[in-house]
């Protein structure tokens, strides 16, 4: 008898606790999930995988009570879910813990806090019911201690305990270890073996390929809002898994790959900031580094630092020179230039289409401290032209144009600052595919006129199409570089799970 089978027979006869039988979720005309199955038994640790966009964060909502179903139907240990969605707890990475509070004030928020005949609350009472919550949990903690002062991993195991103390039967956890160092990462699977040994059933939803081998008894991997493979982990590779995983798409690059022969554009060495590092790192110039991986292994960290939005410590070099921006005006003034994917942060959509591409003085169009306002309008007419930006007119404002277009007008802006440099983050989110293929292809002509170009993302195929070679980063560091015929899609994404190709 395997050991799930063995843990499932020493468990009270029942219904599956999540038992998702055809379920249909649409978004506007954008199918969701196409007819999800899907079984959570007593006792058992099934993980949820597949690519972003793949469904698991729909069903999830669903299961949490923020999305309804359209079709099928939903059951928790036998009874409509609706009814009984008491009996999950949902462990997301925000943990919804106060830091400035003790652990038994955070259990507090949760179960209530009981009052003795004085009407003051029983602190002492508290605390004990608290640790042995976590006590259940395999977990030796002081309740006084207050949350600030935990490891990341005690902080999520703080939040596991809270959520089983009123009793549920089934945690949900999304990727509970995305920004967890590796030290803490063993500590966490531990207690949740732990909880399935004492008939706890947990979800567990993670892109960590050989950490969801190492612990799920069954692995489903989601595909197209279905569920296209459920087995066990002996059943399946890291590599098969990434396999499904992807499906038989790999991307092409747009761009020509080639080792790059230039001057060293950026040169970083020692670089340390916020849980990321030590990196060192050279792009040259005319040449596009991808830094791919999971969410939180740290690979946008080197373009906010070295724009100037985060600290820091290391040395750079731009064009041999020595460079430290601590402000985004000491990164311009550099030759580094930054684009991001918060179009909401990078521009003011109040204003209009020209006002936004000369937002930056140093490159306005002016005779003295006069701005004219024709110079300003046949300059950003050139520029409009120049960059594909669709729109009726510079006097137009920026919050009538489509995603892609306004994106193109930051791009547009930073480039026009001449920079030797440019730091792209998740550069076409929200963008569709047409703008997306003029997006690359305008760096694409920056980067044949010398342009050096680092970007960061996590979707695979901007990182494939994109760039002459790829950085995968795990955990702060980088793990491995893909060149030439490595960086596909699938080897992207193989990679970043820690999968590793026969």
Same mark, same amino acid.
């Given at each position: 008898?395997?050991?799930?089978?063995?843990?499932?027979?020493?468990?009270?006869?029942?219904?599956?606790?999540?038992?998702?039988?055809?379920?249909?979720?649409?978004?506007?005309?954008?199918?969701?999930?196409?007819?999800?199955?899907?079984?959570?038994?007593?006792?058992?640790?099934?993980?949820?995988?597949?690519?972003?966009?793949?469904?698991?964060?729909?069903?999830?909502?669903?299961?949490?009570?923020?999305?309804?179903?359209?079709?099928?139907?939903?059951?928790?240990?036998?009874?409509?879910?609706?009814?009984?969605?008491?009996?999950?707890?949902?462990?997301?990475?925000?943990?919804?813990?106060?830091?400035?509070?003790?652990?038994?004030?955070?259990?507090?928020?949760?179960?209530?806090?009981?009052?003795?005949?004085?009407?003051?609350?029983?602190?002492?009472?508290?605390?004990?019911?608290?640790?042995?919550?976590?006590?259940?949990?395999?977990?030796?903690?002081?309740?006084?201690?207050?949350?600030?002062?935990?490891?990341?991993?005690?902080?999520?195991?703080?939040?596991?305990?809270?959520?089983?103390?009123?009793?549920?039967?089934?945690?949900?956890?999304?990727?509970?270890? &995305?920004? #967890?160092?590796? *030290?803490?990462?063993?500590? !966490?699977?531990? @207690? +949740?073996?732990? $909880?399935? =040994?004492?008939?706890?059933?947990?979800?567990?939803?993670?892109?960590?390929?050989?950490?969801?081998?190492?612990?799920?008894?069954?692995?489903?991997?989601?595909?197209?809002?279905?569920?296209?493979?459920?087995?066990?982990?002996?059943?399946?590779?890291?590599?098969?898994?990434?396999?499904?995983?992807?499906?038989?798409?790999?991307?092409?690059?747009?761009?020509?790959?080639?080792?790059?022969?230039?001057?060293?554009?950026?040169?970083?060495?020692?670089?340390?900031?916020?849980?990321?590092?030590?990196?060192?790192?050279?792009?040259?110039?005319?040449?596009?580094?991808?830094? &791919?991986? #999971?969410?939180? *292994?740290?690979?946008?960290? !080197?373009?906010? @630092? +070295?724009?100037? $939005?985060? =600290?820091?410590?290391?040395?750079?070099?731009?064009?041999?020179?020595?460079?430290?921006?601590?402000?985004?005006?000491?990164?311009?003034?550099?030759?580094?230039?930054?684009?991001?994917?918060?179009?909401?942060?990078?521009?003011?959509?109040?204003?209009?289409?020209?006002?936004?591409?000369?937002?930056?003085?140093?490159?306005?169009?002016?005779?003295?401290?006069?701005?004219?306002?024709?110079?300003?309008?046949?300059?950003?007419?050139?520029?409009?032209?120049?960059?594909?930006?669709?729109?009726?007119?510079?006097?137009?404002?920026?919050?009538?144009?489509?995603?892609?277009? &306004?994106?193109?007008?930051?791009?547009?802006?930073?480039?026009?600052?001449?920079?030797?440099?440019? $730091?792209?983050?998740?550069?076409?989110?929200?963008?569709?595919?047409?703008?997306?293929?003029?997006?690359?292809?305008?760096?694409?002509?920056?980067?044949?006129?010398?342009?050096?170009?680092?970007?960061?993302?996590?979707?695979?195929?901007?990182?494939?199409?994109?760039?002459?070679?790829?950085?995968?980063?795990?955990?702060?560091?980088?793990?491995?570089?893909?060149?030439?015929?490595?960086?596909?899609?699938?080897?992207?994404?193989?990679?970043?799970?820690?999968?590793?190709?026969?």
């Amino acid at each position: 008898m395997t050991e799930i089978a063995q843990r499932q027979h020493d468990q009270p006869p029942g219904p599956p606790l999540i038992d998702a039988r055809q379920v249909v979720k649409y978004f506007g005309p954008t199918c969701a999930l196409a007819g999800l199955d899907l079984r959570l038994e007593i006792g058992e640790i099934h993980a949820l995988v597949g690519r972003n966009g793949a469904g698991k964060s729909t069903f999830i909502k669903i299961l949490a009570g923020l999305h309804d179903h359209d079709h099928g139907t939903i059951e928790i240990r036998g009874q409509p879910l609706d009814r009984s969605r008491n009996q999950l707890a949902f462990i997301h990475q925000d943990l919804g813990l106060v830091g400035a509070m003790s652990v038994a004030d955070n259990f507090g928020l949760v179960a209530g806090f009981d009052t003795g005949r004085s009407g003051l609350v029983a602190d002492r009472c508290l605390r004990r019911e608290t640790a042995a919550s976590l006590a259940a949990l395999g977990v030796e903690l002081d309740p006084r201690m207050l949350v600030s002062e935990l490891s990341p991993s005690d902080r999520t195991l703080v939040a596991i305990a809270r959520a089983l103390h009123r009793d549920a039967r089934a945690v949900v956890l999304d990727e509970p270890t &995305a920004s #967890l160092p590796a *030290a803490d990462v063993a500590r !966490l699977l531990n @207690a +949740l073996r732990h $909880l399935r =040994d004492r008939g706890v059933g947990v979800l567990y939803v993670s892109h960590r390929l050989a950490e969801v081998r190492a612990l799920a008894d069954r692995i489903t991997v989601l595909r197209g809002g279905v569920a296209e493979l459920t087995v066990r982990p002996d059943e399946v590779s890291e590599s098969e898994l990434a396999t499904s995983i992807m499906g038989a798409t790999v991307a092409r690059a747009v761009r020509t790959r080639r080792a790059r022969q230039g001057e060293i554009a950026l040169r970083v060495r020692g670089f340390v900031a916020d849980g990321v590092g030590p990196l060192d790192i050279d792009v040259k110039a005319g040449e596009v580094v991808g830094c &791919a991986g #999971l969410r939180g *292994a740290g690979q946008s960290m !080197l373009g906010r @630092a +070295l724009y100037g $939005l985060l =600290d820091w410590s290391g040395v750079a070099e731009v064009g041999g020179a020595p460079y430290r921006a601590t402000a985004t005006a000491d990164a311009l003034r550099a030759g580094v230039a930054y684009v991001g994917g918060d179009r909401g942060a990078s521009v003011a959509a109040q204003l209009t289409v020209a006002e936004n591409l000369l937002i930056n003085p140093r490159h306005a169009p002016s005779g003295g401290w006069r701005v004219s306002p024709r110079r300003e309008r046949a300059v950003a007419t050139e520029l409009i032209e120049r960059y594909g930006i669709r729109t009726p007119g510079p006097g137009s404002p920026l919050a009538a144009l489509s995603g892609g277009n &306004a994106q193109k007008v930051v791009l547009a802006r930073a480039l026009e600052t001449a920079p030797r440099v440019l $730091l792209l983050e998740e550069p076409t989110s929200g963008v569709d595919v047409g703008a997306r293929a003029d997006f690359y292809r305008l760096i694409d002509d920056a980067c044949q006129r010398g342009l050096a170009v680092v970007l960061a993302s996590s979707d695979e195929e901007e990182v494939c199409e994109m760039s002459d070679r790829v950085l995968v980063f795990e955990r702060g560091v980088v793990r491995r570089q893909l060149t030439t015929d490595a960086a596909t899609v699938k080897g992207v994404a193989a990679a970043a799970m820690g999968a590793v190709e026969p």
